[in-house]
């Protein structure tokens, strides 16, 4: 008949709880020996019993080195009795710099550099990476030239209309220069009477004739842009 299932519970008989940690505990020695031989394991175990007594066991010469080799590894005994932010914190930590790491070795392989230990697979991986952001420079560096280009067009545009505004002011401002001297030429000299009559007769100007100035003025205007 089989052996039945023991129930896993604190033993209430105090003589019965000696003999079964005594059993245990050899057992457990016995174990952690047989690991440390058959698989060539660091192993370190510490026992205390409910008077305070010490039991262990370590491959190592002195306990105290495989305790502070416990100690530097990532999840530390001060990692692990960590608040849980800080320990959600050191993990992140964990997490970035393998990532940094991981972005530093990519950059130094899309230049070039330590390509040794990469298989045909990655170099081919890291070919087409390559390919894909030459064409994502290539385009980008067109965008650009477009956009200067549609801008350099723009601001001709707003040259030529400020150029064309000003030549209009300007053909507009030798006009009335011209009507202003041509008036002052043939105005009054002093002579009276049928004299001046016959001098303003004589040097008579149709700019001067308020009713013709436009049609003058206008003419005037059609020339200077012909020239």
């Not at 105290?64 to 914190?89: D, G, H, Q």
């Not at 390919?131 to 994502?136: A, G, Y």
């Not at 420079?137 to 064309?164: C, G, H, M, P, W």
């Amino acid at each position: 008949m089989g052996r039945g299932k023991v129930e896993l519970k604190r033993i209430d008989n105090k003589s019965s709880r000696q003999v079964t940690f005594a059993k245990r505990r050899n057992g457990l020695l016995k174990k952690a020996y047989e690991l440390s031989v058959l698989c060539d394991a660091e192993v370190a175990l510490i026992i205390f019993s409910t008077r305070g007594r010490l039991f262990e066991f370590s491959t190592s010469s002195c306990m105290y080195k495989t305790l502070e080799r416990y100690r530097s590894c990532n999840f530390n005994s001060e990692a692990t009795a960590a608040p849980e932010t800080e320990l959600n914190n050191y993990q992140e930590y964990l997490k970035l710099k393998t990532r940094v790491e991981f972005l530093q070795t990519t950059q130094r392989n899309l230049l070039g550099e330590d390509l040794g230990p990469l298989n045909m697979k990655e170099l081919e991986q890291l070919e087409n990476q390559i390919e894909i952001s030459l064409k994502h420079i290539r385009a980008t560096k067109s965008q650009q030239s477009l956009d200067q280009l549609f801008e350099l067009k723009r601001k001709e545009q707003q040259l030529q209309d400020v150029n064309k505004d000003l030549r209009k002011k300007i053909q507009e401002t030798s006009a009335e220069n011209v009507l202003q001297m041509s008036c002052q030429d043939v105005g009054p000299s002093g002579s009276s009477g049928h004299a001046n009559q016959a001098n303003q007769q004589q040097h008579f100007h149709p700019a001067c004739d308020p009713s013709m100035r436009i049609g003058y003025q206008r003419n005037f205007l059609d020339q200077l842009n012909n020239e």
